[in-house]
């Protein structure tokens, strides 16, 4: 070859890249897609909302019975420790809030059906008002932000906090937009979107919480009238489609899907998308980790009446209480909420850790050496919703069991306390009896299930608090209900206890070998064929000695350590610094450093 | 041979009798005349060290004007008489002076001349040699590294190269070193440090470095400044690795194989307490708490003794297994008058301290360069890489490339009790067993990845202009990488134990512990894949050209373009059928147990590049260069940047003026650069300036069936300027030599301002807004420092040569713009300070008897809000909290997190140096190099301070001198005591380290032996590295490594080195 051809090639060749230099800078995302894709295609735009869904529906919540006499758990907060910003929901909660802005905007513009946009836009109304809720529960009023805004103008963003009222106004202003556009309930696919009813059940459950002293110490009657109204206008329409008390109150967990009458608003979770509070729950000694989520205290087993639904110590009742075997004749919602040292709670458990489906909560239960500290610290484990078909075993166990966010039983309780607080005790009577009588307890010869007749509004009023406590004991309600209701003050100067079980020598002496196990085994032998009855509090005695222990901070079978001190300023809690310092218009809350905003405006 | 020397001296026989005669009358024959007289022909062939025949040399009767060439075979013919001096002459090789004897036949072999200063020296597109050098380049050689087993070629070039910080922090087999130029640092801003790598001209990255062999490369280079980075402009703000692989020579066939075995061990295991010295530890403990002498946790006597008698060693001993690394290498190189061709293969195997870990490597490459026309030269250099990570799986290592978490874990635990008991792995005393993981006990993962590249390059002389020449590359470059994961359910067996001894196991198995950490997909293969395909095109257009005797001009302009897509596949089946197939197919079939996924992406670039240089009389330099650099990175309007330089230099000892006068120095050159490089890899995502929407992950579960649903989340906000960071460098420098260029040596001074560093600005935005304020271009760091190379070269008489140097750099750093928070207070300011400064509290010391206590506690001290307690570290009250102490400097009693400050000045050297010393003698020879590092602190490591006193665990015995009542003067505070393991000075520590980086002994087999296997040269050699500390502040661990992972290695190794 010349070498003048060969020169007149390169050059053609590059004339020819550099023609094509202007495609080398022309790429594309290939890992994302752009707004317009969005809002023209259903399914992604679909996938938006999901993503709302995803931040906004509530789930199990594990670590809210911390917050209250109910299970062990020291807590900052219940020491009156609070550090400051200890609250951190208001950034993450305004993101989400954009986004639900963002799409109620935006989902209009591309090609998606007038009806489809609807549904999508009154689910996402509904979680802006959920989120706005949360976080005027926790803070007060808050700045109410309801379109997306252009981040370039600064001081446009930089808005002051909305009074309580007007945030409130708004909730319910979204939640009957929401209300009037949801459907009754979705085809086989949608099952855990946010139906009407929902929408109506949680409207009670905002006006109830506004109704109460945290919002309103001076007790205005027309706002129990309102948290009446639309409490009741929730029961009778949830009633209208069929919903009601499911007739299983252990059960009603493990029913999952639409024909659980009883689940209003629900978070699904699967064995792909599980949760851990099983593993959490699950008695140490069966392999599991044991960790300590919702651990009754003693003031909880206390709590549950007896049989006839009288309290234990109510000398009227037909039933004896005795502290050793505390177990017997209570409130059938007793043993399906709590497992006590000896009872019967089959788990799905494997051996050697599981050597029958008798539970031990005593000192040395457990096969792993050093494992004490594991043992649940009150000697009581929660049972509540644990499914013990599940194979466990595994540290790290899964579990799909749904989350019940509301359930009609809270309906009725919402229902009974408002209409107590406007002097309808009529319903409330009839609500409590429902709720008791649901749960197993004995009608009685007045058939008012153990209530008391004729109370007075005070009297109900603690009888209606106290069967939420019990009904819907770790669903975390009740550190609501003792902030809605301001009644932490009840719980000032109070020590949690549980029991410490040591075995005795009578128990060593069971097997001839020295293995703590072997002796557990004959013990179990023993109280399955009916030879040992643990159920008698001297043989039970014989194996076991049982001691109280303080299970607050520094608190042991000898000391009673810190009391539970929670502080007034708690019910409505401090901004963090944080996004204090990022807008100049926002105020703090009464009651904290610096703090201007009245938050019971 | 004899014959011919007795033939020449019958010739001389009649001169002979003529000096014997003469002896009487002068007493000296040696000095005589006479042989002067006998003119011949002298003929031979002149080779250089590899045998290849040389062409072109010029051949000199010293003191006359007689002179010759070689011919293109190395062969030349002169007349010279007896007693003259052929002087032989070539540039780039040594001198050679030759006395003519008796024999006309003379052959000559010459040497490289590698102390002069006409060494070659490749920059951005092109080389250069070192006297005309204007800017800061270091070259390492690789010929010194060839025996060297490195697993990678950072590890091999470690502390060589001045300026430049290489640090290896890890031990596990394949593990590669951390590169910095010049101190380059972001500090807090979101860019890269990272400097560019390219190797052969195209433009690569650290793992395409990495995989390179020793044996392949022909030289390291870093270009350090501005002016010689420019010309990579866009990404070259870290400085630049060029890598050049070897190319064939003309010649004679040159085989070469080097092949090594050696055995490692770790430089610094943390050296932790028996299970006794913790049981010890744990009793002071439980005394000093008043736990009663009967409680049942406290150690029998019986036990004691047990513990005593039996030393388990921690599970990292435990699972320790004897580690290998083997290294062969094959190098061919050869060629003819127009066709030359280098051929090499590597392989190199290392396997760790657990079973489960090895690392192995083959790499080949393939060039030649074939002359097609007289004007033409095209050549072709195709090359793979294939490496090979086999690793045990643990869940809790996630992508910790140096197994941290599990090694500390597993050098804290297991001295309590056997892992493996009657061939079971153990579950009691700790809820986990190393050595079972360590064996593959919960699964494994197998990483393999591929590179394939193939490199053509085009020249062509222009035959109508002298000087101008065109030219083209076309790489092509695919890099795939695998990776096989299995993952299995652990189950460990708990076994019952004695009634009065709780560590002695009996054969009762009590228990299966079940670990399944990855939930459903602790049973489950998966098979992945990502490849990168991409090209790189340049075309150029070259002029160089001397003009008159004085003017030398050269220019060049290039243009390049790169462009890469990415493709990536992933598939997991759960249910193994069988552990003996581990293949997707033998899985669970039920479609609910596989899950897939994949994706891509795109980029390019386009670049225009170009240079100008001129010199004068080769003693003033002139060299300017710069780049335009477009990348998709960024949009539109921001996308281009230009990035300029230029650089001066002036050799001092070409003027009459100064070589006049000082005579004692050889060389003396001084040089200035100045220019402005830059870098895109800023920003989170490949297009930050446009919204996305990302799809494709989880969304909530819906429906009966429980389904999961999609969802779409939106992407960060974009950044519409998001534009290139810069940086604007100065250099000065000087290079001279002196006694008779003996004593070499070079300095820089340089001075780097970055500037325009992607970083969170401190403009708030209202969190009510729900958006959030993204990163934007506004930040500046300053960088500067200095280094020197300095070498010293001579012999001692002909059979011992040595050779001295020494490189030092020298990198300080400072925020020059950075926002900081208004709420900062003085102390706090990061402004004008380094960029790694240490934060942490002031010890006063230990609080060592109950005086000090009391006092203390008089003085209202709390820490913490407790009490102090006695034997525990307690700290200096700097500050109050913010609301009452906005200055930060009035003491409040309280010592809480406002009393930390900053206590020290780096956790990243600033100074780092090397030393090199070969000796020569005879045929043996030895390499020693160190490499040190200075300036810097470190923490001692969590691991180090652990105070677990529990049942399982070991601490390191520096615990074993703390305080007690018994042993008030302990080092360490009170084993347990609070807040005694916070971040203070007492446990930070000066870490400046010197260390013996590599020795190799060789020595060469005589040429008799040699010749009888037909080899040219034999080389064996026993080579080790990391072999010891020369000096190191830090005893307590590694200073290099995290002091968490695995450690790093030292290796013997021992070779061999056969040339043919």
Redesign the interface.
């Known amino acids: 070859m010349k070498a003048k051809n060969i020169s007149k090639i390169w050059i053609l060749c590059s004339l020819l890249f550099l023609q094509c230099s202007e495609d080398v800078l022309d790429k594309k995302d290939l890992g994302a897609i752009s707004s317009d894709v969005i809002w023209n295609d259903p399914h992604l735009a679909e996938g938006f909302l999901n993503n709302v869904y995803l931040r906004a529906l509530p789930g199990w919540d594990v670590n809210a019975s911390r917050m209250t006499d109910d299970a062990q758990g020291p807590d900052a907060l219940m020491y009156g420790e609070a550090s400051p910003g200890s609250q951190t929901r208001y950034s993450g909660s305004y993101n989400a809030i954009k986004d639900i802005n963002l799409l109620l905007r935006d989902v209009g513009t591309g090609s998606i059906s007038l009806e489809d946009q609807d549904l999508m836009k009154a689910q996402a109304l509904f979680f802006r008002a959920y989120l706005y809720f949360k976080l005027v529960s926790t803070y007060g009023g808050v700045p109410l932000v309801l379109e997306v805004k252009d981040q370039t103008d600064v001081t446009a963003l930089q808005v002051p906090r909305n009074k309580t009222s007007e945030c409130m106004a708004q909730i319910l202003l979204d939640l009957d937009a929401a209300i009037l556009d949801l459907p009754d309930s979705y085809d086989s696919s949608g099952y855990g979107r946010i139906t009407k009813g929902a929408a109506m059940a949680f409207k009670g459950r905002v006006l109830l919480h506004y109704a109460s002293e945290q919002f309103d110490p001076a007790q205005d009657k027309g706002r129990w009238q309102a948290a009446y109204d639309a409490n009741s206008a929730a029961r009778i329409y949830l009633e209208s489609i069929g919903k009601g008390l499911h007739p299983d109150y252990a059960g009603l967990w493990f029913d999952e899907g639409a024909g659980n009458v009883e689940a209003i608003m629900v978070r699904n979770y699967s064995l792909d998308r599980p949760h851990n509070r099983e593993a959490g729950c699950r008695p140490f000694i069966t392999g599991t980790n044991g960790e300590s989520f919702d651990k009754p205290t003693k003031q909880l087993v206390d709590a549950f009446p007896m049989k006839d639904g009288k309290a234990i110590d109510d000398p009227t009742s037909a039933y004896t209480y005795d502290p050793t075997t505390l177990w017997l004749d209570r409130d059938p919602r007793f043993e399906a909420t709590i497992a006590w040292n000896g009872s019967v709670w089959p788990l799905n458990n494997p051996a050697p850790n599981r050597t029958s489906d008798l539970e031990w909560t005593f000192q040395q239960s457990a096969i792993e050496a050093g494992a004490n500290d594991r043992i649940t610290a009150t000697s009581f484990n929660c049972r509540k919703a644990v499914d013990g078909t599940l194979e466990g075993g595994a540290a790290s166990l899964s579990s799909p069991t749904d989350w019940i966010e509301i359930r009609f039983a809270e309906v009725l309780l919402n229902l009974a306390e408002a209409a107590n607080e406007i002097d309808n005790s009529g319903v409330a009577y009839e609500v409590l009896t429902q709720i008791r009588s649901r749960a197993g307890i004995e009608a009685g010869g007045d058939n008012l299930y153990g209530l008391q007749a004729g109370m007075s509004q005070d009297q109900l009023r603690d009888a209606i608090m106290l069967e939420r406590r019990l009904e819907l004991v770790f669903e975390g309600k009740r550190s609501a209900d003792l902030r809605r209701r301001r009644m932490y003050g009840t719980l000032i100067g109070m020590h949690r206890y549980g029991y410490e079980i040591l075995k005795t020598a009578a128990f060593d002496a069971l097997s001839p070998t020295a293995e703590i196990l072997d002796d557990r085994k004959v013990l179990e032998a023993g109280v399955l064929d009916g030879s040992i009855d643990l159920n008698d509090p001297a043989v039970y005695n014989t194996y076991f000695s049982t001691r109280l222990r303080s299970l607050e901070r520094f608190g042991s079978v000898d000391a009673d350590g810190d009391a539970i001190n929670y502080l007034d300023n708690y019910y409505f809690y401090d901004i963090p610094q944080d996004d204090l310092n990022k807008n100049p218009n926002l105020t703090q809350t009464n009651g904290w450093p610096g703090g201007s905003f009245d938050p019971l405006q | 041979m004899h014959k011919k020397i007795g033939a020449s001296w019958v010739k001389m026989i009649p001169l002979l009798l003529l000096a014997f005669a003469s002896i009487s009358m002068t007493g000296n024959p040696l000095i005589d005349g006479e042989m002067e007289k006998v003119q011949q022909t002298i003929s031979g062939t002149i080779t250089d060290e590899t045998g290849s025949p040389l062409p072109g040399v010029n051949v000199l009767v010293v003191g006359t004007t007689i002179g010759t060439q070689s011919d293109f075979d190395g062969n030349f013919s002169i007349n010279a008489n007896q007693g003259d001096i052929l002087r032989f002459s070539y540039l780039g090789l040594k001198s050679k002076d030759v006395e003519v004897g008796s024999d006309t036949s003379l052959n000559v072999t010459m040497e490289e001349d590698v102390s002069s200063l006409d060494e070659v020296v490749v920059v951005g597109y092109g080389t250069t040699i070192k006297r005309e050098l204007t800017s800061s380049v270091v070259t390492v050689s690789t010929e010194e590294l060839n025996e060297i087993p490195a697993t990678s070629l950072g590890n091999a070039i470690a502390g060589r190269l001045a300026g430049v910080n290489i640090a290896q922090t890890n031990g596990k087999p394949g593990s590669t070193s951390q590169i910095t130029v010049r101190g380059a640092t972001s500090g807090q801003f979101a860019g890269s440090n990272e400097p560019l790598y390219v190797i052969d001209n195209v433009i690569a990255s650290k793992a395409i470095f990495d995989a390179l062999d020793v044996s392949e490369v022909a030289n390291v280079t870093v270009l350090k400044d501005a002016a010689s980075a420019a010309v990579y402009g866009a990404r070259a703000a870290n400085g630049v690795v060029l890598v050049n692989t070897h190319s064939g020579k003309s010649g004679k066939t040159v085989i070469n194989v080097t092949s090594t075995v050696g055995t490692t061990e770790p430089t610094n295991v943390p050296p932790m307490t028996t299970a006794y010295q913790q049981a010890g530890i744990i009793e002071a403990q439980r005394d000093f708490n008043g736990v009663p002498q009967d409680d049942p946790s406290r150690f029998s006597q019986a036990e004691l003794d047990y513990l005593r008698a039996n030393d388990w060693g921690s599970f990292a001993e435990q699972s320790a297994k004897d580690p290998l690394l083997n290294r062969v290498a094959i190098t061919a190189s050869g060629g003819s008058e127009k066709i030359n061709y280098f051929m090499s293969g590597s392989y190199v195997k290392q396997t760790g301290d657990f079973s489960k870990l090895s690392y192995n490597k083959t790499n080949f490459r393939a060039k030649v360069s074939a002359d ?5 030269n095209v050549s072709i250099n195709m090359n793979t890489n294939n490496d090979v990570r086999d690793e045990f799986y643990w869940r809790w290592n996630g992508s910790d490339e140096d197994f941290g978490d599990f090694y500390r874990t597993a050098n804290r635990t297991g001295a309590w009790g056997p892992g493996v008991h009657n061939g079971e792995y153990v579950a ?2 700790n ?1 986990w067993n190393p050595v079972h993981l360590a064996d593959g006990g919960a699964g494994n993962r197998e990483r393999t990845s591929r590179n394939i590249g193939t490199i053509i390059d ?1 020249n ?1 002389k ?2 109508f202009l002298d000087g101008l020449t ?1 030219g ?1 590359t076309y790489n092509k470059l695919n890099i795939r990488r695998d990776e096989t994961l299995l993952r299995k ?1 652990t189950e460990d067996v ?1 076994f ?2 004695d ?1 009065n001894n ?1 560590f002695l196991l009996t054969d ?10 990855d ?2 997909d ?1 049973d489950s293969l998966e098979e992945s894949t990502a490849e990168e395909d991409s090209y790189q ?1 340049n ?1 150029r257009i070259g002029y160089e050209n001397t003009f008159g005797t004085d003017h030398t001009v050269n220019a060049f302009l290039n ?1 390049e ?3 890469r897509n990415d493709r990536n596949f992933w598939a997991r089946r759960r249910g193994l059928q069988t552990e003996f197939v581990t293949q997707l197919f033998a899985t669970d079939p039920a479609v609910e147990s596989q899950f897939a996924n994949g ?8 670049s225009y590049i170009g240079g100008l240089g001129y010199n004068y009389k080769e003693k003033i330099f002139i060299n300017s260069s710069f780049r335009y650099d ?3 990175k960024f949009a539109e309007d921001e ?1 281009w940047g230009f990035f300029p330089s230029l650089s001066l230099g002036w050799i001092v000892t070409e003027e009459e003026f100064f070589t006049s006068k000082v005579d004692f120095i050889n060389f003396f050159k001084v040089r200035a650069s100045f220019g402005t490089t830059g870098n895109d890899d800023v920003g989170s ?3 930050p300036y ?6 494709g ?19 960060a ?1 974009p950044d519409l300027f998001i534009t290139w960071e810069k940086q604007s460098s100065f250099n000065l420098g000087m290079d001279f030599q002196l006694l008779k260029s003996r004593l070499s040596a070079s300095f820089d001074y340089f001075n780097n301002k970055k500037t325009d560093l992607y970083g969170s600005r401190q ?11 993204g990163p934007t271009n506004y930040g500046g760091i300053n960088i500067k420092g200095f280094e020197m190379v300095t070498t010293y070269k001579d012999n001692i008489g002909d059979d011992f040569y040595y050779d001295i140097g020494f490189n030092l750099g020298y990198a300080k750093d400072e925020y020059a713009t950075l926002d900081e ?3 900062r207070r003085p102390y706090e300011l990061l402004n004008g300070n380094g960029t790694s400064r240490i934060f942490g509290y002031t010890a006063e010391g230990i609080i060592r008897d109950q005086a000090q206590l009391d006092a203390l506690i008089a003085s209202g001290y709390k820490i913490n809000g407790a009490d102090p307690q006695i034997g525990a570290l307690y700290y200096r009250d700097l500050r109050g909290n913010p ?1 009452d102490d906005p200055e930060g400097n009035t003491p409040d009693g309280v010592i809480d997190g406002n009393d930390q400050s900053y206590i020290g000045s780096a956790s990243t050297p600033p100074i780092n140096y090397g030393i090199r010393l070969n000796l020569n003698y005879k045929r043996f020879t030895l390499q020693t190099f160190a490499q040190g590092f200075a300036g810097h602190q470190r923490y001692q490591p969590a691991n180090n301070r652990f105070q677990f006193g ?3 665990n070991s601490s390191h015995t520096q615990w074993l001198d703390a305080w007690s009542p018994d042993n008030v003067n302990g080092a360490l505070p009170r084993f347990g005591s609070p807040a005694s393991d916070w971040n203070s000075t007492f446990w930070l520590q000066d870490a400046d380290f010197l260390r013996l980086k590599n020795v190799n002994l060789g020595y060469d087999i005589p040429d008799n032996i040699v010749s009888k296997v037909g080899a040219e040269r034999i080389n064996i050699f026993a080579n080790g590295t990391n072999l010891f500390m020369i000096y190191s502040k830090i005893d307590e661990f590694d200073p290099e490594t995290s002091g968490r992972g695995i450690p790093v290695n030292k290796t013997y190794s021992l070779g061999i080195n056969v040339t043919f």
């Open positions: 097609i026309t007289e004007d033409l009691n005393f809820g085009v062509y222009v035959p065109l083209a359910v708990t019952g134990v009634p709780r009762e198995v009590l228990g299966i512990r079940v670990r399944s950490d939930g459903a602790s095109f075309a243009y373009v790169w462009e994706g891509g992406a795109e980029f390019g670039r386009a477009g990348s998709t996308r995502s490949n297009f446009i919204q996305s929407y990302n799809v992950g989880l969304g909530p579960v819906f429906g009966e069936n429980e389904s999961i649903s999609n969802s779409a989340v939106i992407g906000q403009l708030f935005i209202p969190s009510s807004s729900g958006l959030t304020l928070p208004e709420t609301q529990d049942i399982g």
